[in-house]
């Protein structure tokens, strides 16, 4: 008799629900090297949220052929005049890409290449990203409510997150008249 099985996760109001999904989160007192203004930094409560992610990840790490599904979660807020943003990384097999799809809110995916090319795409609800392998991607929360997005990308990418933390983008995403801007550090 052939098995009907109910899914290992589900998606319910845009969070995720089942037993094998890992949490993090990653507040001010983690991101000291990511934010430009270290002096608005120091007056932030360490313990402030910038962001969540929540994973689901069927296969073991660096599984070639796999894939990862997750949920980020960016609150609003800036640090100076930077818009509350991830690490940002690139994938540890360079070679590798990844999808987004933006659930809620609104902000911006940042883009760099191995040459240090900067761009960035809007994002906000229904909008789909494709990060081509050997690409940096991060994001921002340009918007005043949470910004979410799904993430799918293989199981074997691993992630870089040294070359950023040293040297990060070579432009950062900065709130000007209310707006965002992409200027040259
Ligand atoms: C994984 C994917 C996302 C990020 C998440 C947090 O390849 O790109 O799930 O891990 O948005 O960003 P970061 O840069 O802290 O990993
Ligand atoms: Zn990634």
Same mark, same amino acid.
């Given at each position: 008799? $052939? ?37 608005? *930094?120091?007056? *932030? ?124 983008? $070579? ?15």
């Amino acid at each position: 008799m $052939s098995k009907i099985l109910e899914p290992e996760i589900k998606c319910i109001n845009k969070k995720l629900e089942g037993n094998k999904i890992e949490r993090i989160d990653r507040r001010i007192k983690n991101l000291k090297d990511i934010f430009f203004d270290k002096g608005a *930094l120091e007056k *932030l409560n360490p313990e402030t949220i910038v962001y969540e992610v929540e994973s689901y990840l069927p296969v073991a790490h660096n599984t070639e052929g796999g894939l990862f599904y997750g949920i980020t979660y960016i609150h609003p807020g800036v640090v100076g005049n930077e818009y509350f943003m991830t690490k940002g990384h690139f994938h540890k097999i360079r070679n590798r890409g990844e999808f987004y799809c933006t659930l809620q809110g609104e902000g911006m995916l940042i883009l760099m290449d191995e040459s240090r090319n900067t761009w960035a795409e809007k994002m906000y609800p229904g909008s789909i990203h494709y990060i081509k392998g050997n690409t940096a991607h991060r994001t921002a929360n340009t918007g005043n409510s949470i910004l979410s997005f799904n993430a799918f990308w293989p199981s074997d990418a691993g992630h870089d997150y040294a070359i950023i933390s040293e040297n990060g983008f $070579s432009k950062i995403l900065i709130k000007k008249d209310g707006k965002p801007e992409l200027v040259s550090r």
